[in-house]
C-alpha cells in the first residue's frame, strides 16, 4: 500500500464526525423537488434543501451539468455527488456518480451510499438527523475502519495490535451508536471490554499468540472490526 493511501485511511478514520450542514440538492427542475422529498423521510427536513451549494455538507447534482454551478461548489471545497443517465460531469469524479437507468425510479438508496461514501466520518452528526443516510455510512465507517485495522495489523508488532483494534473499534461503536441516536448506555456495554487498560493489559499477555504472519494478521483484524461493526450496528437500529 502506498504511503498516500496509508495517511488516507488514517485521516478517514481520525475525521471529526462533522457539523450538521444540510444535503443541497441542484439540477433539473423537476427531478430536484422528488429527490429532496426522498432524502427528507423520516428526518430533519432543515437537512435537505434545493439550491445553491454554499454553507452544503454535499450537492448532489441531478441531470445534465451547469459548469458553473458545479465550479463553485468545487471551489467552495463541498463535496459533489452527481446523479446522470451515465455521463460524466465536470468537477466531479466518476466514481461519486450514481447512474440512473431510463425509466428506473430516482435510486435513493444508492444516492444515501453515494453520499456515506464523500462524507466519511464527517457525515455521521449529518446522518443522525437524516435516516435515509444512516445504514449506507455505517457500512462506509466499517469498511474504513477495518482497513485501517489491516493495515495496522501488517505495520505493527503483535503486542501493539490488540490495543490498536481496541481503540479503533471503540471509536467505530461511539459513532454508529451516534448516528442511530447517541445511544450511551448501548456504547457504555458495547465498550467496556475494550477499555484502553484492559486491552493493553489483554495484549502484554497474549500478544504473542497472535499469528507471526502480517498478512493473517491483517485479514484477522479487517474480520474482527467487521463483525464488530456489524454487532454495534444491530445493538443500536430500532426495532421495527
Known sequence: ?????????????????????????????????????????GGDASLV??????????????????????RAASRA????????????????????????????ALPVERVARAIAAVLGSGGVRLASGLPVLREGL?????????????????????????????NEQVLLIARIAE?????ASVVSRLALPLTGAAARAFSRRFGDRLPSSRA???VGAYALTRAVGYAAGLSVRPRS
Do not use: C, F, N, Q
Not at 78 to 102: A, H, Q
Not at 179 to 183: E, P, Q, R, T, V
Open 1 to 41: 500500500m502506498k504511503l498516500g493511501e496509508v495517511i488516507s485511511l488514517v485521516r478517514a478514520a481520525r475525521a471529526r464526525p462533522g457539523d450538521r450542514k444540510p444535503v443541497v440538492v441542484a439540477g433539473a427542475r423537476e427531478l430536484v423537488p422528488l429527490l429532496v422529498k426522498e432524502l427528507r423521510e
Open 49 to 70: 434543501r434545493e439550491g445553491r451549494a454554499a454553507g452544503a455538507s454535499v450537492l448532489v447534482w441531478i441531470g445534465k451539468a451547469d459548469e458553473d454551478a458545479l
Open 77 to 104: 471545497r463541498v463535496p459533489i455527488v452527481g446523479v446522470t443517465g451515465g455521463e460524466s460531469l465536470p468537477y466531479v469524479l466518476d466514481t461519486d456518480l450514481v447512474t440512473v437507468r431510463p425509466g428506473e
Open 138 to 166: 455505517v457500512g462506509e465507517l466499517v469498511r474504513r475502519e477495518a482497513r485501517v485495522g489491516a493495515l495496522a495489523a501488517t505495520r505493527r508488532e503483535s503486542d501493539e495490535v490488540l490495543t490498536i483494534l481496541a
Open 179 to 183: 448516528i442511530y441516536g447517541g445511544a
Open 216 to 218: 493473517v494478521r491483517a
